[in-house]
């Protein structure tokens, strides 16, 4: 059963982000997050799932895992991670990502942004998922390391309450994070 429509995308990005001390920095790429990733947005009917990397030897690293999973050796080995990566696009900026959603659906899509960190949230699951219901054209946008530059967070559309836990501790892994929040907006079967 698909859940949503294409108008909803995911996007991964890895520039920039700011690491622990909050400087801004490119994040290495990790297979873990590319694999789990692409799972949940395949499981949730997700449209595509994008990596943002400006950094080539990462986009490099993305390609060959791209390609070993949908065309190569891993794609006869195991259909069902070949249709989840099959969903991987690869952008060096959060700008590509939208100018190629823009083009796509002749819309220019939304963004809604999320971190642990978020302080000004002003979108929650349920908004969200009335948005996706609505055939709102949406970039769902998560960062990696210690989370988005304030820049991204301040140019999105939205910004998406975060994921809490009970107590103080708040450090998903973005994988555990995505997974949580698709869950959260389809509503379930």
């Known amino acids: 059963m698909k859940l949503y429509s294409a108008n909803l995308t995911v996007a991964l990005v890895?520039?920039?982000?700011?690491?622990?001390?909050?400087?801004?920095?490119?994040?290495?790429?990790t297979s873990l997050d590319l694999h789990d990733i692409a799972?949940?947005?395949?499981?949730?009917?997700?449209?595509?799932?994008?990596v943002v990397t400006p950094l080539e030897d990462q986009q490099d690293l993305v390609r060959q895992i791209i390609v070993h999973w949908v065309t190569g050796?891993?794609?006869?080995?195991?259909?069902?991670?070949?249709s989840a990566l099959g969903l991987i696009r690869l952008k060096s900026s959060?700008?590509?990502?939208?100018?190629?959603?823009?083009?796509?659906?002749?819309?220019?899509?939304?963004?809604?942004?999320?971190?642990?960190?978020?302080?000004?949230?002003?979108?929650t699951c349920p908004d969200l998922k009335r948005m996706v219901r609505e055939d709102r054209p949406v970039v769902l946008v998560f960062g990696t390391a210690w989370g988005l530059a304030p820049e991204a967070v301040r140019d999105a559309d939205f910004?998406?309450?975060?994921?809490?836990?009970?107590?103080?501790?708040n450090h998903l892994a973005v994988r555990s994070a995505v997974a949580i929040i698709l869950d959260r907006i389809s509503g379930g079967r």
């Open 159 to 169: 910004r998406l309450a975060p994921i809490a836990g009970p107590g103080e501790y």
């Open 94 to 123: 959060l700008a590509d990502v939208m100018d190629e959603c823009r083009d796509a659906d002749g819309r220019m899509p939304c963004t809604v942004v999320t971190s642990a960190r978020m302080e000004n949230s002003d979108l």
């Open 39 to 50: 799972r949940a947005c395949r499981t949730f009917g997700v449209g595509a799932f994008y």
């Open 73 to 82: 050796v891993g794609a006869s080995y195991n259909p069902d991670r070949r």
């Open 14 to 29: 890895h520039h920039p982000v700011v690491d622990k001390n909050g400087k801004t920095i490119a994040a290495a790429v």
